[in-house]
């Protein structure tokens, strides 16, 4: 809510610089929730005046099993994929004519997870509607090199997530085929400047 958000923002002397839409577009019965979910965010971010808008697709049980493992994970068919970048390009195309900078945000354990499909995505779905928030941390737990990406893609990324991943961890983690959730209580994610 765009009033109740203003007073708390004014009790601590805040400024809303951008939000962020973490919802299961991978599963078309859950896009309701989605849509309300961008639509709020929108509204929302347009109330306050800020512009970058972060979609992120929320973590499957498909997928959480095989977070940092690409060659295991469960892949979308044809017709699934055309969906789920359907949804993201909605999704992308409300914010944008509502003035936003949109990009997605490739995430540990959901279907957007590991470089080619962002790849694919950015391929498929048009560079003004739909940028990158590129995230150190996700990409290098995929088992991907973030500053070859980055290389390749710095025209396109908007904003940034800067995280860091324990190396000894994320070994361990894909050798034992460990989830994401207890990945993450293992520590793959730690203090900048103490991973790789």
């Known amino acids: 809510d765009a009033a109740l958000l203003a007073d708390a923002l004014d009790e601590h002397d805040l400024t809303l610089i951008g939000g962020v839409v973490f919802r299961a577009f991978h599963d078309p019965a859950q896009w309701d929730d989605v849509l309300d979910g961008a639509q709020r965010t929108i509204k929302a971010l347009t109330h ?21 493992r690409p060659d295991e994970a469960v892949q979308m068919d044809a017709q699934t994929w055309a969906a789920f970048r359907d949804r993201i390009a909605h999704v992308a195309r409300l914010g944008t004519d509502a003035g936003l900078v949109v990009s997605m945000h490739a995430h540990a354990a959901g279907f957007m997870d590991f470089e080619p499909e962002l790849e694919r995505l950015l391929d498929e779905v048009d560079k003004d509607l739909l940028k990158i928030c590129f995230d150190t941390g996700h990409h290098s ?56």
Request: glycine fraction near 10%.
């Open 48 to 68: 306050h005046g800020a512009k970058p808008l972060v979609l992120i697709d929320s973590i499957s049980q498909a997928r959480a099993p095989t977070a940092g």
């Open 141 to 196: 737990y995929a088992g991907f090199d973030p500053v070859a990406f980055m290389k390749r893609h710095v025209d396109r990324i908007s904003y940034m997530h800067l995280k860091d991943i324990d190396p000894k961890v994320k070994a361990d983690v894909v050798a034992n085929r460990t989830g994401f959730y207890d990945a993450c209580g293992q520590g793959i994610f730690c203090n900048l400047g103490q991973g790789d």
